[in-house]
């Protein structure tokens, strides 16, 4: 075979190459479209499934009963420092002391 019998074979095959390369592009463009619109109706979806889900289970009955008693714990507990720390903060002598002379002056003042 001749060398210029080659190129002719190769330009003949490109030449009827190029157009299903073309409807390739088109085909696999309108596919990634779709695809794209499916993967972001699939993220909406799961994101909305999610939060209905976290809501369903926050305010379904057995996880609100716990709750209100880990609630009532804490308020419980932050009671019994602030009275111990009070108590503590009342019976020291400086405390005292300044309580005193806050309440003579304010006493001169209104005089």
Do not use: C, Y
């Amino acid at each position: 075979m001749k060398e210029g019998d080659l190129g002719r074979v190769f330009l003949e095959h490109l030449v009827m190459a190029v157009p299903w390369g073309i409807v390739f592009l088109v085909a696999f463009f309108v596919a990634m479209l779709g695809i794209k619109q499916e993967v972001k109706e699939g993220i909406e979806f799961g994101v909305s499934s999610a939060i209905s889900e976290t809501a369903r289970f926050a305010f379904s009955g057995h996880l609100a009963g716990p709750i209100k008693k880990h609630i009532n714990e804490v308020v419980e507990f932050a009671a019994k420092t602030a009275k111990t720390q009070l108590k503590d903060l009342v019976h020291d002598a400086q405390v005292k002391m300044d309580l005193k002379e806050l309440i003579e002056h304010n006493g001169k003042e209104k005089q």
